[in-house]
């Protein structure tokens, strides 16, 4: 007659494992905004940090670049070194 009511302790479990499945995760996340990764492009006059979940922290250009006005080549380093340090945070 209530043969199926046994799965409902088995339910209960679930979602406590859920729940500390979640509590793992928030924490996990936060570990992430701690790490750094930096990547560079052209030599390093391009670099950009980023955070574990890859959210951008800094960027720095050379003034070598800067004073030369050259703005097509920052515009070509700036991707190249965004995904280099979100290769390096993955």
Do not use: C, H, W, Y
């Not at 409902?8 to 996990?28: H, I, R, V, Y």
């Not at 030369?68 to 290769?87: G, S, T, V, W």
Request: charged content about 25%.
């Amino acid at each position: 007659m209530f043969k199926g009511l046994g799965n409902l302790a088995n339910l209960g479990a679930l979602m406590k494992s859920a729940q500390e499945m979640g509590t793992k995760m928030q924490a996990l996340g936060e570990e992430l905004k701690t790490k750094r990764a930096t990547g560079a492009a052209g030599g390093g006059l391009v670099e950009v940090e980023v955070n574990g979940i890859g959210e951008v922290l800094a960027v720095r250009i050379d003034p070598s670049l800067v004073a030369k006005q050259d703005r097509e080549m920052i515009e070509d380093l700036l991707p190249a070194a965004f995904n280099a340090a979100a290769q390096k945070a993955k």
